[in-house]
């Protein structure tokens, strides 16, 4: 990962040494630059955001250990009795008893919907808690 670093050594017994921090030199004009423009690419999509939009999906896979499920909606789990429903949805969508379309119908996740909550974000940040 380090290209140039200066190892910290400890005495370990008598003649033996071991490894205990690196300390990395100060990176190269030509790094700095590269992860400004990173930086400065950041900046333009969380405040502009991309021609993207995400629908509900479910992806499943057998293993031989179980069923794997990648499930995409738009929900938020905080709790135990959240996450129970979420299962609970999930075995529903996978015995086919219910289909996505039914659970969110004309749902979207798309550009408008990321900058509003990019700006809800940054409102949030700069608000100082009493």
């Known amino acids: 990962m380090f290209t140039h670093e200066e190892k910290y050594w400890k ?3 008598r ?3 071991k490894v205990v921090g690196y300390q990395a030199q100060t990176s190269s004009a030509e790094e700095r630059s590269y ?3 990173i930086a400065v690419k950041e900046e333009q999509l969380r405040f502009g955001g991309i021609e993207y939009s995400v629908r509900p999906s479910i992806t499943v896979r057998r293993y031989s250990w179980g069923i794997g499920v990648e499930l995409c909606t738009p929900q938020e789990v905080r709790n135990i009795e959240e996450a129970r429903g979420l299962a609970s949805m999930a075995k529903r969508l996978i015995k086919r008893q219910v289909t996505l ?3 969110f ?3 979207n ?3 408008e919907n990321w900058l509003s909550e990019s700006f809800a974000r940054a409102n949030d940040a700069t608000k100082v808690p009493t």
Request: hydrophobic share 20%; aromatic share 12%.
């Open 105 to 107: 119908p004309d749902t």
């Open 109 to 111: 996740y798309d550009r």
């Open 101 to 103: 379309d039914e659970l």
């Open 15 to 17: 003649s033996r040494k």
């Open 11 to 13: 005495r370990v017994g």
């Open 35 to 37: 992860f400004d423009a």
